[in-house]
């Protein structure tokens, strides 16, 4: 247990300092590519894999693991690459995203390093392979990738979006007072898929890339109004270029001009110190992707308590 929780507080350390942990990989040529270490369960050997039929063409097979069944996606090929091959060799990187656990083939793990938020940037704008990234930063003077991994599990396996009917409330529409919500989120898939469930309730969103996108328009509306007149709440990833969700959520909760603005971490990362994160920062609520019946739910709570025929 002493263990645990020292690993809880060496991260959440990094919590509100806009910094993270990638742990770099190659696919097989010399291209670096980062992920999230809150992401990683676990780096192994590829082990045997079983092929079943009718999988889709990126999934490599089967693997049995500490009791799970696990798919394994080969990275390469999910981005329009060529398949890695002699995986015998190669390895898989165990990940939780969106609630579910996924094994990602690569070529070669190298080592984790810390890097500033500040540090990593947008993508070039590009077709192909660039239409997978969501960031770039610069390791030891070479460039390094990080993939955009919720459109490829997308693509694999599409996500639900549709809110369920029985939760609409009716009557949200008219608690609203003519406001929107706020969505910042580096995913383009996020993006939309957290649009059509809000979209569902009759509500309207305004779509930024990243947190210093939205501090920023929040700290220009609040030059003229306050921010709570025109967004009921606002919905932040965690993991963006630039400014990350916790460092934004920080930022706002601690400006008087913005503090009262409700905010709802919803994020792909999953596992223990999500919840010492959350208070840590000052975040209202935290809800796990992608469900949209609770994200649904999330939103018409704040609203309802906050609306016009509850004060």
């Known amino acids: ?3 645990l929780l020292d690993s809880v507080n060496q991260r959440t350390q990094l919590v509100g ?3 993270l942990e990638l742990l770099l990989f190659k696919l097989g040529g010399i291209q670096r590519y980062g992920i999230n270490v809150f992401k990683v369960k676990e780096v192994l050997q590829c082990p045997p894999l079983t092929a079943l039929p009718k999988l889709h063409h990126s999934i490599r097979g089967i693997a049995h693991i500490r009791g799970q069944t696990i798919s394994v996606i ?17 390895f898989i990187i165990i990940t939780e995203y ?24 947008p993508p070039p704008n590009g077709v192909g392979r660039y239409n997978y990234l969501t960031a770039v ?6 460039l390094v990738e990080i993939l955009d991994v919720e459109k490829i599990l997308d693509e694999i396996a599409p996500v639900n979006t549709e809110v369920t009917a029985e ?12 406001k929107k919500i706020l969505v910042a989120d580096d995913s383009s898939v996020a993006r939309k898929q957290i649009q059509r469930a809000i979209s569902a309730l009759g509500i309207e969103c305004d779509l930024v890339k990243d947190g210093k996108e939205a501090l ?11 921010v709570i007149e025109r967004y009921a709440l606002m919905i932040s990833d965690v993991e963006m270029p630039e400014m990350d969700g916790y460092t934004l959520t920080a930022e706002v909760k601690n400006n008087p001009d913005l503090s009262d603005l409700h905010i709802i971490l919803h994020t792909s990362l999953s596992g223990i110190f999500n919840q010492a994160m959350v208070e840590k920062v000052g975040a209202d609520d935290f809800i796990a992707k992608f469900n949209p019946d609770e994200l649904a739910t999330a939103v018409q709570k704040v609203i309802n308590l906050d609306g016009p025929n509850n004060n």
Do not use: C, Y
Request: proline content about 1%; charged content about 30%; glycine content about 8%.
């Open 1 to 3: 247990m002493a263990g």
């Open 17 to 19: 300092q806009n910094r």
């Open 216 to 226: 920023d328009l929040l700290k220009e509306i609040a030059k003229t109004q306050p």
């Open 167 to 178: 939760v609409i409330d009716e009557h949200i529409q008219e608690k609203m007072a003519n």
């Open 137 to 142: 930063t610069e390791i030891d003077g070479s």
């Open 74 to 90: 080969d990275m390469n090929l999910a981005t329009g690459g060529r398949a890695i091959d002699n995986i015998e060799e190669r």
């Open 98 to 121: 969106n609630r579910s656990i996924q094994g990602f083939l690569v070529g070669s793990v190298e080592r984790i390093i810390n890097i500033n938020w500040e540090n990593i940037l």
